[in-house]
């Protein structure tokens, strides 16, 4: 494929690009809880104690999200990872209860794979996967019911999430467009996510920075939350790219920042200014232990794997 390239008047610029792929795990309860994952429930019908965040209330590791997750990875043809273990990652937010996000931080269950995409022009590009932990999902925050209120709906609190980070391997919003449709549809045929982006089943961070055409270094990077569908991603890479470029271009600096997409306008904006993992206080979960893979968990795993021409 042609190399996509911004050009100005002043040089030429190049488009580096990764992003971060939220997947709802299929599984009739939730990844802590016995709470039901069904959507479009009544708001609030399907929360259990663990996930309003009562005090005292202990998880429960639903094998079945791990059982989806071990799937996932080898239809990504990546590394699975037979000790992974939890962790807490505290931040506030009105639609998460508990104060924190159990996830997987520094020992994901999945390691590095790959995904070879199909481009338009007849070629063909392999995608680096950097990682893939699972977590819990946040529940919903609604804006636009009241001017002066917002409305909390926790039915998606606490669903088994898979976070599927990807090498910045895109030089282009083709590219991207291609590995999320691709992405797609192994999840689908894996029967491990539905990739139902306009429910938010499956949800995309942008991460993007340029650089001089040419150049091999890597600059600072901005990223764009929650994008939900593939057409809105792809746009986002495009419009934020020449925005860091008239920023360069004008003398100025980017600062790492997490910016929101407009679907309306097409523009980004400032939500905050990006966090780092310190910023996340990550610690061990003390209520759940290591998860312990074994060969023949993994081949079993394996076994239900048919996959016809996905690379």
């Known amino acids: 494929m042609s190399a996509y390239v911004i050009e100005t008047a002043k040089g030429k610029w190049e488009i580096i ?24 429930a009544d708001p609030n019908e399907n929360v259990s104690f663990i996930d309003a965040g009562m005090p005292g209330m202990l998880p429960t ?14 239809g990504l043809n990546a590394v699975i990872n037979k000790y992974s273990a939890f962790s807490r990652k505290n931040y ?19 390691g590095e794979g790959k995904v070879t995409i199909d481009l338009e022009d007849g070629t063909t590009k392999d995608i680096g996967i950097e990682r893939m ?17 917002t409305f909390i709906d926790l039915n998606r609190a606490g669903v088994g999430l898979m976070e599927i980070v990807t090498k ?7 590219e991207a467009g291609a590995f999320l449709k691709k992405l797609r549809s192994i999840l689908r045929y894996l029967g ?35 994008v939900n569908s593939v057409k809105f991603v792809m746009q986002a890479i495009e419009n934020e790219a020449k925005r860091h470029v008239e920023v360069y271009e004008a003398g100025g600096t980017i600062e ?23 910023d996340y206080r990550y610690f061990p979960e003390p209520d759940l232990l290591p998860l312990v893979l074994t060969d023949d968990y993994i081949a079993v795993s394996y076994t239900h794997l048919t996959l016809p021409t996905i690379r």
């Open 256 to 278: 790492q920042e997490t910016r929101k997409f407009d679907p309306l306008t097409g523009k980004t904006g400032l939500l905050r200014k990006k966090e780092y993992a310190h």
């Open 133 to 149: 932990h699972i977590e819990q999902d946040a529940g919903k925050s609604i804006h636009d019911l009241d001017p002066k209120k």
């Open 17 to 40: 690009c990764g992003l971060e792929i939220h997947c709802q795990i299929i599984s009739k309860s939730k990844m802590y809880s016995g709470a039901s994952t069904e959507y479009g």
């Open 192 to 226: 491990t996510c539905d990739g139902n982006m306009d429910e938010g089943s499956m949800r995309c961070d942008v991460n993007v920075s340029v650089r001089p055409y040419g150049s091999d270094e890597l600059r600072c990077r901005c990223e764009m939350k929650n």
């Open 61 to 74: 590791l639903n094998k079945e999200c791990v059982h989806q997750a071990v799937k996932t990875g080898l």
């Open 92 to 110: 506030f937010y009105a639609d998460l209860p508990q104060g924190y996000q159990i996830t997987q931080f520094q020992y994901p269950i999945v």
């Open 168 to 174: 910045p391997d895109f030089r282009s919003p083709e």
